[in-house]
């Protein structure tokens, strides 16, 4: 039972990091490279602060505090440079905050955190933590892509140019996607922290950087649950691979690379396009 | 008659460059103004100004009375000026009625809180669909762009413009890319918005049809204003054929 | 002293960018994809490098082969990955270039092995002296002088052959060059081509400076070279070239003056971070 409470939480944690991502990616249409920076920004304030005893709950609003503020600095960069430019600027995110981190002693540097103090709620509690803030930012981002500021970032997803035309302050919208997301990668930062209870720069570097935003596409960009779907399955995927230990991560790049291949609008186009061609099928 | 805009003394240098030197121009509430020129008479740039994309070096634009200088796009934009481009532009992964109806909801858009506090869209909806009706395409109102003939979509540019409720229309050559029957219509359909009492800055090459419908022609030719006045002593006047005339040799 | 040093050994590691983001760059120009794969022929070169040298000891001939196997992987890629997600938005591209990269150092790993291989016999070890306490190794000789031979004849072929002189207008600008008649094509082929054939070179090259090839040592080039061409300005090839040089110069001062800061890979994207928000289309890039 303790392994599937393991898998479930880390299930949870990743489906909380990938909507926040698709959040920024997948409704305002900015592609970032170093979403992972974030998740590292709101993981080391959580840690640091329980570990100067700080009540955990206390902490997620802080993580997210902080990992906003590093995202309005990213989000502010998002309206001078675009597009590619802009995908290889926030893959640099990560690089710098690896980089920094790594020099930090007050953070650990190399060696990173470890210690980090249990929550107090208990495994099956973190677990029902972690699956209730990721339920409440699927059905937020639901929300979000029914109002009008999901028509709004649709729009500027499309072409922002227009957008303005249409009297859309552009900028401030960025901004607020900027805002939003990252905060929220922020509070999965926190709870990663306590899941794994070991901190490493590495661990928050290019390569997870590449993970999230591979779920988030493989899920099909922009939605809710084929995001959450990708990031579930994909998060635990590694493992269910044990078996063919040596080929895991050729057999998931080979995955990835098909689905692009194949299925380039992810799970969510697989499943539309089988709802669409199902009924004439059976017709 | 209230000035909605004005354009005084306005240039442009792109490096060493001049694209526009000294324009001057004012429309009034209601007025319909040709701006013609041959080709290379820096009307795109000068359009580009009163947009806000490029700077001028010297001189204002005045939106009813304000100075527009170091607004953003957006701002303009809602300050009441509208603009249809030469280049459609449609949100391609949005029906007709949506491009429209996100126009039309333009007091939602306004903030990032705004939008999030509201979801309805039905009044909207209905606005738009009245607008795509009003420029002659309300029955392609739930297609895709991707789907339909460059006619309907400059209608479409029209319609959102229309939408954001404009003290000024700013069409950019709306006629260009159509045959002669549709650039009639198009034409038509201008003149028929400019009798309801809708103020237009109508940028365009197709000389007849301008002719046919404005009461006042702006020309510049060389980046420089030539002739301002009643569409018929314009055309009278020397210079102005010799621009046209000397483009066409 | 430490300053000419610390210049020279700039200039090698970026002669080395220079040749790893040339066809990085050539590939973002005609179908504006971001080719991280590109890597792995790099990976790709360096085996076959060392493979060749110790079965036949000479080092002219690997670096061909290296060449010309890695120039056909490479165009394989563009005909099986690349051209049939083209329609698509361009992060659909990014993600599957990604996608074969891992793979790829998957499978040197795998066939080769996790640990590496050597050169039996290393060639070019030999050291000159260039002035007084001052000396370069060969290895670092043959990098600088085979950089500028090779960019200097594609820079030749292209502006004195006729199919170079129509290649160079597809690169600037596709749509006027398929007007004038030019296979958009085959260009796109000879790109993977060029491109792929200097990365492997490129591959020999660190493999003989290192006596090192490692499945994971594309790694940093994987990344890095984006970020020579973003910083170049995107598509273009004196920029390109021109950022390689200056990351090469910058990085080796850096590490040395404020490595205590910051690692090799952040002083990098701090740079070019840097450039950006002054320059947000890179050093030559269109504005």
């Not at chain 1, 922020?186 to 922290?193: D, F, I, K, Q, T």
């Not at chain 2, 090459?205 to 020309?219: D, G, Q």
Request: glycine share 10%; hydrophobic share 55%.
């Amino acid at each position: 039972m303790a392994y599937e409470i393991t898998l479930l939480t880390t299930m949870a944690i990743s489906v909380l990091f990938a909507l926040s991502l698709n959040f920024i990616s997948g409704f305002c249409g900015q592609i970032s490279l170093g979403h992972a920076a974030f998740l590292g920004t709101g993981a080391y304030t959580s840690a640091l602060l329980t570990k100067a005893s700080v009540p955990f709950l206390l902490t997620l609003p802080l993580a997210a505090m902080t990992a906003a503020l590093l995202g309005v600095l990213v989000g502010l960069t998002s309206l001078r440079v675009r597009h590619d430019f802009l995908a290889i600027t926030t893959m640099g995110v990560a690089f710098l905050f690896v980089g920094i981190v790594r020099q930090q002693d007050f953070l650990g540097g190399e060696i990173g955190v470890s210690g980090i103090p249990p929550t107090g709620l208990g495994r099956v509690g973190f677990l029902i933590l972690a699956i209730s803030l990721a339920a409440a930012f699927a059905a937020f981002s639901l929300y979000v892509r029914r109002s009008w500021m999901g028509f709004v970032f649709k729009s500027i997803a499309d072409n922002e140019d227009v957008a303005r035309l249409l009297g859309i302050d552009v900028p401030r919208y960025k901004l607020a996607a900027f805002v939003v997301g990252t905060a929220v990668a922020g509070v999965a930062g926190a709870l990663y922290a306590h899941h794994f209870r070991f901190l490493a720069p590495d661990s928050f570097g290019f390569i997870e950087s590449v993970s999230v935003l591979a779920m988030v596409i493989v899920g099909g960009i922009g939605s809710v649950w084929g995001v959450a779907f990708a990031a579930a399955i994909l998060s635990v995927l590694p493992l269910m691979f044990q078996f063919v230990n040596d080929f895991k991560l050729l057999l998931y790049s080979a995955l990835l690379f098909a689905m692009m291949r194949f299925s380039p609008d992810g799970v969510a186009g697989l499943v539309r396009r089988f709802l669409v061609t199902g009924p004439r099928n059976r017709g | 008659m209230a000035e909605i805009l004005s354009i005084e003394d306005v240039t442009v240098r792109f490096g060493g460059v001049t694209a526009v030197s000294g324009a001057s121009l004012s429309i009034g509430q209601g007025e319909l103004i040709g701006f013609i020129g041959p080709n290379g008479a820096g009307k795109t740039t000068l359009m580009r100004v009163i947009t806000g994309v490029v700077q001028p070096q010297q001189g204002r634009v005045l939106l009813a009375g304000r100075d527009m200088a170091n607004w953003s796009v957006s701002r303009r934009v809602r300050a009441g000026l509208a603009l249809a481009q030469q280049i459609v532009q449609p949100l391609h992964d949005m029906s007709l009625l949506e491009n429209v109806t996100l126009a039309v909801g333009m007091r939602h858009t306004a903030s990032p809180l705004l939008s999030l506090l509201h979801t309805a869209r039905g009044r909207e909806q209905t606005v738009a669909r009245e607008l795509l009706a009003r420029v002659g395409i309300g029955d392609a109102a739930d297609a895709l762009p991707a789907t339909l003939p460059l006619g309907f979509l400059k209608r479409m540019e029209v319609a959102r413009a229309l939408a954001l409720q404009p003290k000024l229309l700013l069409l950019d050559e709306p006629l260009a890319g159509l045959n002669q029957q549709e650039a009639r219509a198009m034409a038509d359909l201008i003149a028929e918005l400019s009798r309801q009492g809708q103020t237009i800055l109508l940028i365009e090459h197709n000389l007849r049809e301008v002719i046919r419908i404005c009461p006042t022609l702006y020309v510049q030719d060389n980046g420089k204003p030539l002739a301002f006045g009643q569409t018929q002593q314009v055309m009278a006047d020397p210079a102005v054929r010799r621009a046209y005339l000397g483009a066409a040799a | 002293m430490l300053s000419v040093e610390l210049f020279v050994q700039g200039i090698v590691q970026g002669s080395i960018y220079a040749l790893i983001a040339l066809g990085l760059t050539l590939v973002y120009g005609l179908l504006r994809i971001l080719h991280v794969a590109h890597a792995a022929l790099f990976t790709l070169g360096a085996y076959i490098g060392v493979l060749v040298t110790n079965q036949t000891g000479s080092l002219p001939l690997a670096l061909a082969a290296a060449a010309l196997f890695a120039g056909f992987v490479g165009m394989a890629i563009y005909k099986l990955a690349y051209e049939p997600l083209l329609s698509r938005p361009p992060y659909i591209a990014l993600i599957a270039s990604i996608a074969l990269f891992i793979a790829s150092e998957e499978i040197y790993r795998i066939t080769f092995g996790p640990y590496g291989l050597s050169f039996v016999d290393p060639p070019l070890q030999g050291q000159i002296q260039l002035f007084s306490g001052f000396y370069l190794k060969h290895g670092e000789v043959l990098v600088i002088g085979l950089s500028v031979t090779l960019l200097g004849l594609l820079a030749w072929l292209s502006s004195s052959t006729r199919t170079g002189i129509a290649w160079r207008a597809t690169v600037t600008d596709p749509e006027i060059a398929q007007a004038c008649g030019v296979n958009i094509q085959s260009v796109r082929y000879l790109n993977f081509f060029i491109g792929s054939a200097l990365a492997a070179i490129a591959g020999v090259l660190v493999a003989l400076l290192n006596n090192l090839v490692e499945p994971t040592m594309g790694s940093v080039p994987s990344y890095k070279a984006l970020a020579i061409i973003v910083l170049g300005g995107l598509g273009s090839i004196r920029g390109t070239l021109l950022a390689a040089m200056a990351l090469g110069v910058i990085e080796a001062f850096g590490t040395i003056y404020i490595g205590r800061m910051l690692d090799r890979d952040a002083i990098a994207f701090a740079f070019l971070i840097a450039v950006l928000m002054v320059r947000p289309r890179g050093l030559l890039g269109a504005r």
